[in-house]
C-alpha cells in the first residue's frame, strides 16, 4: 500500500465506530477503511455508523454520501450482548468471537459480558451450541453515532489491538513451548544407540518426523505477523496497557481452548 492511500486509510478507520463487527463484509474496521481508500469499497456497508457515518466518510473521501446498503444491514439501536448463565455451559466459542475481550469466563465456566466494553457487534451469537446469547438494546431511540461515542470506539479499538497482541503473544509462546519439547525429543532419539538396521531405520524415521515438524514450526512462525497493530500511537498503547493491566487485576482469565489450534498432536 502506498502512503497515501495508507494515509486515507488511517483517516478513514478514524472514522469508523470500531465495533468489528464485518457487517460491512470484511473481516474489521481497518479492511473496509484500506478498502475504501483504495476505490475498491463504498462508504455506505457500515450499520453500526449509520446515516452519519456515512456523511463523515463520504467527506473524507470526497464523494456524495450514499442510503446505507441494505444488504448490510439497517441503522438501529446500540445494543449489548447478554448470556442466559443458568444455560451457559462455558463451551469458550463466545469468547473466542469477542474481538474486544468482552466476555469473560474459562472452559467449562459459566460466561459473562463486561456491559460497557460490549461494541454490539453481535459476532459472539451464532456460535453459541446452546443460543444462550441475546443482543439487548441499550439507547433506546439512539441510533448510529447518537448511540456511541467517540470515547466509546478509541476505547473499543484500543482493547481491539490489545486482544490481537495478546492472541500474538500466546501463539509465540505455545510455539515456543512445542519446539522445545520438539527439540527435546530429537535430543533423545539421536543419543539413541540403535545395535541393527532395523532399529537403525526406526531411528532415521523418528528423526525424519521431528525434525519435520521442526521444520514446519518454523515456516509457520515466520508466516505469521501481527494485524492492526502496525503504527500504533503512544495515547492507544498506553490504553492497551491500561486495558491489559484492568483485566489482570479483575482476575479475568482466557480459556485455553483459544490456544488449542497450535497444541502438540501427541498431547491430545
Request: aromatic share 2%; glycine share 6%.
Amino acid at each position: 500500500m502506498n502512503p497515501a492511500v495508507k494515509s486515507l486509510a488511517d483517516r478513514i478507520e478514524a472514522l469508523l465506530p470500531q465495533t468489528q463487527c464485518t457487517k460491512c463484509g470484511f473481516n474489521g474496521c481497518r479492511p473496509y477503511a484500506e478498502a475504501m481508500a483504495s476505490g475498491e469499497a463504498p462508504c455506505n456497508r457500515c450499520p453500526p455508523g449509520g446515516a452519519e457515518g456515512i456523511v463523515r466518510l463520504a467527506a473524507v473521501l470526497g464523494a456524495e454520501p450514499l442510503p446505507l446498503d441494505p444488504e448490510r444491514g439497517s441503522e438501529q439501536p446500540r445494543a449489548v450482548a447478554r448470556i442466559d448463565e443458568s444455560l451457559c455451559i462455558g463451551c469458550t466459542l463466545c469468547i473466542q468471537a469477542c474481538p474486544v475481550d468482552a466476555i469473560a469466563g474459562a472452559a467449562k465456566q459459566m460466561h459473562t459480558v463486561i456491559p460497557d466494553w460490549c461494541t454490539g457487534c453481535d459476532l459472539c451469537v451464532a456460535p453459541c451450541p446452546v443460543d444462550c446469547i441475546d443482543m439487548v438494546p441499550v439507547t433506546g431511540e439512539r441510533t448510529g453515532w447518537a448511540a456511541w461515542s467517540q470515547a466509546q470506539a478509541d476505547a473499543a479499538h484500543a482493547r481491539f489491538l490489545a486482544r490481537n497482541a495478546r492472541l500474538v503473544r500466546e501463539r509465540e509462546e505455545n510455539d515456543a513451548r512445542l519446539a522445545a519439547k520438539a527439540a527435546a525429543k530429537l535430543a533423545a532419539v539421536q543419543a539413541e544407540a540403535p545395535e541393527n538396521d532395523a532399529e537403525r531405520a526406526a531411528q532415521e524415521r523418528k528423526r525424519a518426523i521431528i525434525q519435520a515438524a521442526i521444520e514446519r514450526a518454523r515456516q509457520k512462525q515466520q508466516a505469521a505477523q501481527p494485524r492492526n497493530t502496525e503504527n500504533v500511537s503512544a495515547a492507544v498503547q498506553a490504553q492497551i496497557d491500561a486495558a491489559e493491566a484492568r483485566r489482570a487485576r479483575a482476575g479475568l482469565t482466557r480459556p485455553g481452548s483459544d490456544q488449542n489450534a497450535n497444541t502438540d498432536p501427541e498431547e491430545k
